[in-house]
């Protein structure tokens, strides 16, 4: 699941996106009031959310800022997808260059880039050492949890095997807590001072086999050309 079309969305969800009430500013109250659902039962509605952020494009003086901050954190607990920048390009550039508005986008763009591209621990170190961070993701019912499982998961599929210290600073954990992660929450086993990690059809090695076809034609047309050469030199 990326969080496109949830199991959760409820029916008159579907029909604001799915009908003519894409377009009619009076659904932006009931998607605003979705997208707090969303925060507070821990489940992300992509689709539902940017019919609500196109809203806004077409009614600007309707925007509320925080409200579009929940959006872009909901669609970050969704990475690698690319339903984050899908959201962030939906915001009018003339709102989104102003403000508080603007400071947040651009804090918000940097955790997503480090979520991206594995900088864990520098996200944590800015989740946990910012004010402004913490306020971002005030809203967002098991943020952290959300970030820590979708870790786990992206671990799960690279590694078999990973030092200890190393999964702490990416989870942003203590020891203890790490330890109790691993052993209740992931499934995991720890040895020493490296965490063991079940194969899966993800992290297991694969043989990779290369073959070729060539035909007897195609061969002899090689041949042929390579005796020419050789006959005209």
């Known amino acids: 699941m990326n969080g496109e079309d949830p199991p959760e969305r409820p029916e008159y969800i579907t029909s604001i996106i799915n009908g003519l009430e894409r377009y009619n500013p009076e659904a932006v109250g009931s998607l605003e009031t979705y997208v707090q659902e969303q925060c507070e039962q821990k489940y992300t509605d992509c689709n539902a959310n940017r019919t609500l952020l196109k809203l806004y494009q077409l009614n ?19 990475f690698p ?17 102003q ?5 947040a986008l651009s804090k918000l763009r940097t955790l997503n880039s480090q979520l991206e591209g ?5 996200f944590w170190a800015a989740v946990d050492g910012d004010d402004l961070c913490a306020d971002l993701i005030a809203d967002i019912a098991g943020f952290e949890d959300m970030i820590r499982l979708k870790i786990a998961q992206l671990v799960s599929q690279a590694y078999r095997e990973v030092d200890l210290e190393l999964l702490e600073s990416w989870l942003g954990f203590s020891a203890d807590a790490t330890k109790q992660f691993i052993e209740e929450v992931a499934g995991w086993t720890v040895e020493g001072d490296s965490v063991k990690i079940p194969s899966n059809p993800d992290n297991e090695a694969k043989k990779t086999e290369i073959r070729e076809d060539v035909n007897v034609e195609q061969f002899a047309r090689v041949i042929r050309r390579s005796w020419e050469d050789t006959i005209a030199v």
Do not use: W
């Open 118 to 122: 594995a900088q864990y621990a520098q």
């Open 60 to 78: 600007p003086d309707r925007l509320k800022d925080e409200v579009v901050t929940n959006v872009l954190v909901k669609a970050m607990t969704q």
């Open 81 to 97: 997808s690319p339903q984050f920048h899908l959201a962030l390009h939906l915001i009018n550039p003339s709102a989104a260059n």
């Open 99 to 103: 403000g508080e508005l603007h400071e």
